[in-house]
């Protein structure tokens, strides 16, 4: 495999790192590790400082304070040039008047690379990612997903320790996308090359992250692998911002072993009595005529294998996705349960509290039952 001949040790550290424009503080302090061969996908709202952070990973902005470490090296002030990086942007910033054969060859060119060894290097990355037939083109004469493979491929062709990419996908259609992250998945297997990858895409968030980290206001509100955060997120904010549709939060209060609010009375266990968030995800209820929800339908979604009904709960609004075709009436009341441990509770700090899983009469927790309070 053309790509497995290099192997710089390449784990990033990044310890305090405060950056401010001006008035703005744009990164508060964010510690970040990166181990060698891993792919840390970095998530926030817009403006949270995620290019930011790419941008100081790679030279491009010095931080005010904090170290930056790669592959055990100090590089907090070290020129771009000497970081060892590939960068990928949302726009592939190819040379329009060079071919794909020279924008993949240019970085090595820059860097007075013998004309035996940019062929060798050009061939190979053309080859693993499909480009061979298309290297004597022009970037006009490429499609949108075309393109970004070259921009790809002039990061590879370098042969970086590290590569960063700052939402590299989203100048692409739906198709092209799943397919080129598909590539980038299997190119991070091939390499085993260490990824920084910034997205707003939830799909590339869960599917290619080893590690995924949510920034908030620039700082690190959680971190861990993808699937862990989706079903434990830490925060009310993480919960609300990982999940599509979003979750549905109401404000209930916890007495007896219940959380009760408007329009709901559901059970909880082992929570201690008080004001609460109830967050629960559009995907994890189900209709059930003695469920403790009441949903009042506004609109209906029907897709066929599923149906989105949009309404109101106890006056705050509230999105249920329901199996297969059932619709309910625009103006119905429907009754629905959250199925068995899929309840999140948040304090009033906002920080998530723990319920017990629930107690399950018929199931293989029903010896445990009785150390439950439902
Ligand atoms: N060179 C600059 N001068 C002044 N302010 C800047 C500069 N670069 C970024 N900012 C500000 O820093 C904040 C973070 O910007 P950044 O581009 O890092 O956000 P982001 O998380 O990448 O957002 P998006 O998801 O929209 O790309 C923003 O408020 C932005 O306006
Ligand atoms: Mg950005």
Not at 121 to 146: F, N
Not at 149 to 176: C, H, K, Q, T
Not at 312 to 318: Q, T
Request: charged content about 25%; aromatic content about 6%.
């Amino acid at each position: 495999m053309t790509g497995s001949l290099f192997r710089a040790v390449a784990e990033l550290g990044l310890r305090d790192i405060r950056k401010a424009f001006g008035e703005t503080h744009v990164l508060k302090g964010v510690d970040l590790s990166v181990r060698d061969g891993e792919l840390v996908v970095l998530v926030g709202p817009s403006g949270c400082g995620k290019s930011t952070l790419l941008r100081t990973i790679a030279g491009l902005e010095l931080p005010d304070s904090g170290t930056l470490h790669i592959g055990g090296r100090d590089v907090t002030k070290a020129a771009p040039k000497d970081r060892d990086i590939g960068m990928v942007f949302q726009s592939y910033a190819l040379y329009p008047h060079l071919t794909v054969r020279d924008n993949l060859a240019f970085g090595l060119r820059l860097r007075k690379t013998d004309d035996a060894t940019v062929k060798e290097r050009v061939d190979g990355v053309a080859k693993m990612l499909g480009l061979a037939p298309l290297l004597d083109r022009y970037p006009r004469q490429l499609s949108g997903g075309q393109r970004q493979r070259v921009a790809m491929g002039r990061a590879i062709a370098r042969r970086p320790a590290l590569f960063l990419f700052d939402e590299p996908l989203s100048n692409l259609d739906a198709a092209l996308r799943a397919e080129v992250r598909v590539e980038i998945k299997r190119l991070h297997a091939e390499l085993s090359a260490t990824m920084v990858y910034v997205t707003h895409d939830q799909v590339e968030a869960m599917t290619l992250a080893d590690k995924l980290v949510v920034l908030n206001g620039g700082l690190v509100e959680q971190e861990g692998p993808p699937l862990e955060i989706y079903e434990r997120p830490a925060t009310k904010f993480v919960a609300g911002f990982l999940g599509s549709p979003a979750m549905n939060f109401l404000e209930g209060t916890v007495a007896d072993g219940r959380v009760r609010g408007e329009g709901f009375d559901l059970a909880v266990a082992g929570v201690q009595p008080g004001k609460v968030t109830v967050g629960i995800r559009p995907h994890d209820v189900h209709l059930d005529a003695s469920g403790g929800m009441k949903l009042v339908v506004e609109v209906v979604e029907a897709m066929g294998f599923e149906t989105y009904a949009h309404g109101k709960l106890g006056g705050v609004p509230f999105v249920a996705r329901l199996e297969g075709d059932h619709r309910p009436g625009v103006g119905e009341t429907i009754s629905l349960s959250v199925t068995a441990g899929h309840l999140h509770l948040f304090d009033e700090s906002d920080r998530r509290i723990s319920v017990a899983p629930p107690a399950s009469p018929k199931g293989p927790l029903a010896e445990d039952a009785s150390l439950e309070v439902s």
